[in-house]
């Protein structure tokens, strides 16, 4: 990284980091230590003593490396990087001078995760994806904490620990893991119709994103921008990534989760190392406080969106993502988010998610940290000065100089003093009311909105929800759940209702009394996603011994010039024996991989190489298992002859006149022409081919 691309941040950090080069073993009182295999015993063969302050000191600090889990969100990766707000005109919406001036780029650390896995889960559950960014902006840390849908599944906070406890592994026996296909999710679910709009994003393929560099992030809530005159103004968070919001196919994550766990924290990390930074763009969809009531939902209820095609999302700035952290631990796992940590110029509103979040990321840190100091773990530290009167408690790192720590004082000074400009003002707001226990009216359509998300899926998007439903609901033991949930499925669409009650053994409700509504809104399908690039895109090129080394040199040529990276795989490794004697080294033996990890597939001709991999079962299941995941396939000359054995095609479907063919994503040509790379690029960029009949596929 350049010294111009470092940010404050990361100047702040320079005290804190510490390197091994060129230093000596010494305990933590800085006594140096020739011996740290053999503990002191008296006698050889004798018992360890006492004395051994060494064995001591090592062996206590080891049985205190663990602190507790977050109890959601546990599992994820964080980066470095940071934001830049374009010349956008909201300085007559908000005094936040990181939304509004171009001229500031504020560092940020930002956290992705899963929800319901423990720390050690597969990052491809199918599951809602964190993402939460913390802001250390010149006047004071903002952590706007949200997560890759846009809705939640609890309307009022108070529900939270029921939902959390719902969905975790069930309490006798904790299984399953990180995973939401169980009786008592499902059972909360039937039983709180409230929770049907996130459900059906759950279902969907959002659940399980290709990378968090192709997700989208919503702040959730209707939060408020405040501007030096006082005003108020609704906003939604939007987060939508340069490279298209992009996801994996259901049996694709679930075997990439035994074969690579670590799937998506690996390709933020080697994204990163590689230079290809991750960028997001950040859109605001702002409402006056006068149109407060002009939408048929209520803005306060955060299991509502309001549709792009209503309130357009404006671009106002851009997230990039350029440094991995040192370490896991003192980085992502100590860094703390909390939704009350806002810079002036942002407020909150009165959600009750919202305003029961204000209260649980502070208390959940208190225990997670242990103590009350956490905001000066060097993580946590803003780049803004920090002066108060708190003082001392567990892991107390400053040394406050000084007889005053009250206020007011005249012993110091009265310092601090308290701020005069560029402070925090609370947005003036009138509120009165009865104290009840009560939910608004307002918050009571549960189903609208779920009947807009699944009209606006493409088929193969709805044929994905369908099946989700099946699998989730096929694991549930108890049939009155299953028929709960059938239920209230009637009232987002007949059709899906039906669809599922088919697949799960229930009967088929009878058709509602309320009709699907039959609006949609585009801006929620994956469908239309920006499919403009193969950057960082995954290329497997499968070869043995004899094939056609000159395509290969080409393919990758062509294909790592357009950001793509290509991985030559073959029966084992070492190198491959090109069909004029030249040897290509192997990235990888095929047993050692799988096609789940990568994006699309080449086979090269050449036909020694093309009898080796008709023998070879690992390389057909790898063909035919990309094509049922809807990935690109490019086969070149004599490799056709795959098709049919890989029961993906035939040799038969190229015409055979030297040109290109193409059908839903399978690329055939004789040679590595102009017109192959340009097709199998353009099959690449389009990420998955979803619309292939793949009923037949055994992988
Ligand atoms: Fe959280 N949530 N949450 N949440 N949440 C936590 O805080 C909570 C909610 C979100 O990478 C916890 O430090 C309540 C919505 C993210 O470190 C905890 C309610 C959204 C992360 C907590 C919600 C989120 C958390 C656990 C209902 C999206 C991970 C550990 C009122 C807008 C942050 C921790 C990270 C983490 C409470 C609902 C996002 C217990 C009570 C809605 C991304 O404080």
């Excluded at 941040?9 to 011996?35: A, E, S």
């Excluded at 004798?46 to 205190?64: A, C, I, N």
């Excluded at 987060?239 to 390709?267: C, M, Y």
């Excluded at 997230?319 to 009350?340: K, S």
């Amino acid at each position: 990284m350049t010294s111009e691309e470092r940010t404050a941040k990361d100047r702040r950090l320079d005290d804190y980091r510490v390197d091994p080069q060129d230093t000596v073993l010494t305990t933590d009182q800085g006594i140096r230590i020739d011996d740290t295999d053999n503990s002191l015993s008296a006698g050889e063969r004798g018992p360890t003593l006492m004395e051994d302050f060494h064995f001591r000191e090592k062996l206590t600090h080891f049985d205190h490396e663990r602190i507790p889990e977050r109890v959601v969100h546990a599992r994820g990766a964080g980066a470095y990087g940071y934001y830049q707000a374009y010349d956008n005109s909201l300085a007559d919406t908000t005094t936040a001078g990181f939304l509004i001036d171009p001229g500031i780029k504020t560092p940020v650390f930002v956290r992705f995760s899963t929800v319901a896995g423990s720390r050690g889960s597969a990052d491809t559950v199918r599951d809602v994806r964190g993402f939460a960014v913390k802001f250390y902006t010149e006047q004071g840390n903002h952590d706007l904490v949200g997560n890759n849908f846009p809705v939640f599944f609890i309307q009022d906070g108070i529900k939270f620990p029921d939902f959390v406890h719902a969905v975790k592994p069930e309490p006798d026996n904790e299984i399953p893991q990180a995973s939401s296909a169980h009786d008592t999710l499902w059972d909360f679910v039937q039983l709180q119709p409230e929770t049907t709009h996130m459900m059906m994003w759950l279902m969907s393929d959002r659940a399980i994103p290709r990378s968090y560099r192709m997700m989208q992030g919503f702040g959730v809530h209707t939060f408020r921008l405040v501007n030096a005159e006082g005003r108020g103004t609704f906003v939604k968070f939007h987060w939508k990534p340069k490279l298209g919001t992009h996801s994996l196919v259901w049996d694709e994550a679930q075997k990439i989760a035994g074969r690579d766990p670590d799937f998506n924290r690996r390709d933020l990390w080697e994204a990163i190392e590689a230079g290809d930074f991750p960028e997001w763009e950040l859109g605001l969809q702002l409402v006056p406080e006068s149109d407060e009531f002009a939408f048929d939902f209520d803005l306060l209820d955060a299991t509502k969106i309001i549709p792009e095609e209503i309130v357009p999302v404006r671009p106002v700035g851009r997230l990039i993502l350029n440094r991995n952290p040192d370490n896991f631990f003192a980085e992502t796992e100590q860094v703390a988010f909390h939704l009350g940590n806002v810079v002036p110029g942002i407020d909150f509103t009165n959600d009750p998610l919202l305003q029961a979040r204000l209260f649980s990321y502070l208390d959940t840190q208190l225990i997670r940290l242990g103590g009350p100091n956490f905001p000066q773990i060097p993580v946590n530290r803003p780049i803004a000065e920090v002066r108060n009167n708190q003082r001392d408690g567990y892991h107390q790192m400053t040394i406050h100089r000084g007889q005053a720590s009250y206020h007011p004082n005249s012993l110091g000074g009265g310092f601090p003093a308290l701020a005069d400009r560029d402070r925090y003002v609370h947005h003036q707001e009138r509120v009165d009311g009865d104290k009840i226990r009560k939910r608004s009216e307002s918050f009571g359509d549960h189903y609208r909105q779920a009947t807009l998300f699944w009209n606006s899926m493409s088929e193969w998007e709805r044929k994905h929800i369908v099946a989700a439903f099946r699998f989730e609901l096929g694991k549930v033991r108890h049939n009155h759940i299953r028929e709960g949930v059938v239920r209230n499925l009637n009232n987002v669409d007949h059709e899906l209702a039906v669809l599922i009650a088919s697949g799960i053994g229930v009967a088929p409700p009878e058709a509602p009394s309320v009709p699907n509504h039959g609006q949609s809104s585009p801006a929620l399908s994956q469908a239309g996603s920006a499919k403009d690039s193969v950057l960082t895109r995954r290329i497997a090129l499968l070869a043995a011994d004899g094939v056609d080394a000159d395509a290969i040199t080409r393919l990758y040529g062509e294909l790592v010039g357009a950001g793509a990276t290509l991985d030559v795989l073959s029966t084992q490794g070492g190198t491959v024996r090109g069909g004029d004697g030249e040897h290509i080294p192997v990235t990888h033996p095929l047993p050692t991989t799988s096609s789940v990890v990568y994006d699309a597939v080449l086979v090269p001709g050449g036909e020694g190489g093309v009898q080796l991999l008709a023998e070879d079962g690992a390389a057909m299941h790898f063909m035919a298992e990309a094509y049922k995941h809807g990935k690109a396939l490019g086969v070149l000359g004599s490799a056709m002859a795959l098709l049919d054995i890989a029961r993906i095609g035939s040799a038969s479907d190229y015409p055979g006149d030297g040109g290109v063919s193409v059908e839903q994503g399978v690329v055939l040509g004789d040679t590595v022409s102009d017109d192959f790379v340009q097709e199998f690029i353009a099959a690449v960029t389009a990420h998955r081919h979803p619309e292939r009949v793949i009923r037949h596929i055994p992988a």
